[in-house]
């Protein structure tokens, strides 16, 4: 005889699968009471319809109550031999047959019953099982650590925070062209004579009076001049460089007699009688100061890859060897050259040893009744480095979680026996747990096993 137990979900397709499958004759459906299957009592219909066409016996065990309001009749289903037999009146029993058949029927109803019991007692014993999830707490441990790393050392001291280092050095060097974005305006003032007429008194005029031509253009003498009655020849020159005051003969007046309104302003007047030259005005490209620091910072991080890779660490002292420019600042070029030369230096350390002078730091600092959970979050601060005497001193903040020990084995004896509610309240109340979650299996069951090798508890 064999047991099928079926889930809840189960359809009737697959049930039907499962008893073609079987290869006992004799087969005992156990039903929950929320199973699919036993939302059409007719479902166990097309069960036994099938079974009888496969030549087997079934039988159904449930705890919905309709299964018990409702008797379903077990179906032999061992194919029948139909045969033609000649009508014969039947023979009438003796009373000894009679009491014999009796006693066999009630014998075999007798010894159903208690394979019925045997079946369900095996089934409570075996298959009962609780399976129990236990989250510790949780609590945040935050350590800053300053650990030396020393090529003088062989082995992870404690003591003195040490762990042992190899002194690395790389250096590169780099020669790379730039274009110079600088600008700067470069130019000349416009220079030559103007003929002063001054039909009024002797006149004595300082530096730099200016005379002003019919398009407004401004042009001042040298020097201090003395301006006699009648003619005079001075020499001026723009007031701004540029091309447009390489004027033509041109007739000028005094700037300064206009403005206050002189009664001489129409007296005293200059002609030239060439044109004034030599005014010019352009931008030039020049290297700039920007130019060549952002050159060398764009080389710095390209040696700075190559550093890393050769030394194979995060932790170094950066040394500039060389840092020239082909050009100065302020010198007129389109483009120019930076040559850089750099050196990254450490001391190169093993993951582990530092982990486990970590650990031990870690541990040290937690009560023996909590231990370290998953790995710690490292983060590194400001590197001092000692090269020259091979140390070099990490800052290290480091972020563990730590949790309460526990230990599930101690536990079991003590959730024997209890229901969920007994079980959560238990776990609950002691030290370290945060939350419990308690399944039991099969859905009838309603506590632990006794048995221990039927509880299973895990720590998450």
Do not use: C
Request: glycine fraction near 4%; hydrophobic fraction near 40%.
């Amino acid at each position: 005889m064999k047991h099928i137990f079926i889930n809840s979900d189960e359809t009737l397709g697959r049930v039907l699968s499962r008893l073609k499958k079987e290869t006992e004759e004799e087969v005992v459906f156990i039903i929950p009471k929320e199973a699919v299957i036993l939302k059409n009592l007719n479902n166990l219909k097309k069960l036994k319809k099938k079974a009888k066409i496969l030549k087997k016996k079934i039988k159904f065990i449930s705890n919905d109550p309709r299964m018990k309001k409702k008797k379903i009749k077990q179906i032999q289903t061992k194919a029948k031999i139909k045969t033609r037999l000649p009508k014969t009146r039947p023979l009438k029993k003796s009373a000894k047959e009679s009491r014999l058949s009796s006693l066999t029927s009630k014998a075999f109803i007798v010894f159903v019953f208690f394979v019925l019991i045997l079946t369900s007692a095996s089934l409570y014993l075996i298959l009962p099982r609780a399976d129990i999830v236990i989250s510790p707490q949780k609590e945040p441990l935050i350590v800053n650590l300053s650990i030396i790393v020393d090529q003088n050392v062989q082995t992870n001291d404690l003591q003195t925070n040490k762990i042992p280092g190899e002194l690395k050095t790389a250096e590169e060097q780099i020669v790379k062209r730039f274009e110079s974005t600088g600008k700067r305006a470069i130019g000349a003032k416009a220079h030559g004579f103007i003929t002063v007429y001054n039909n009024s008194k002797a006149q004595v005029w300082r530096e730099e009076t200016r005379f002003e031509d019919t398009n407004g253009l401004i042009f001042k003498t040298l020097k201090f001049e003395k301006i006699p009655y009648g003619t005079r020849e001075v020499e001026v020159t723009a007031e701004n460089p540029g091309e447009e005051y390489n004027i033509l003969p041109s007739t000028f007046t005094l700037s300064a007699l206009r403005e206050r309104k002189d009664p001489q302003y129409s007296s005293i007047y200059g002609k030239s009688e060439k044109a004034m030259t030599g005014g010019i005005k352009q931008e030039i490209e020049i290297v700039s100061e920007n130019d060549i620091s952002q050159a060398i910072e764009i080389l710095k991080q390209e040696l700075a890859e190559k550093l890393k890779a050769q030394i194979n660490s995060d932790v170094f002292e950066e040394k500039i060897l060389t840092k020239e420019s082909s050009v100065p600042v302020g010198a007129q070029a389109q483009a120019f050259n930076i040559n850089l030369k750099m050196s990254f230096s450490t001391l190169t350390f093993k993951e582990q040893d530092l982990l486990d002078l970590i650990k031990q730091n870690l541990l040290v600092r937690i009560s023996e009744d909590k231990e370290l959970a998953g790995q710690p979050e490292i983060s590194y601060g400001q590197t001092e480095f000692y090269l020259s005497k091979g140390r070099m001193i990490l800052l290290i903040n480091i972020k563990q979680e730590v949790v309460w020990k526990i230990e599930p084995a101690k536990f079991k004896k003590q959730l024997a026996g209890k229901n969920k509610q007994e079980v959560e309240y238990l776990l609950t109340r002691q030290a370290g747990i945060n939350l419990t979650k308690v399944n039991l299996w099969p859905f009838w069951v309603k506590k632990v096993p006794n048995s221990e090798s039927r509880i299973k508890i895990r720590v998450e």
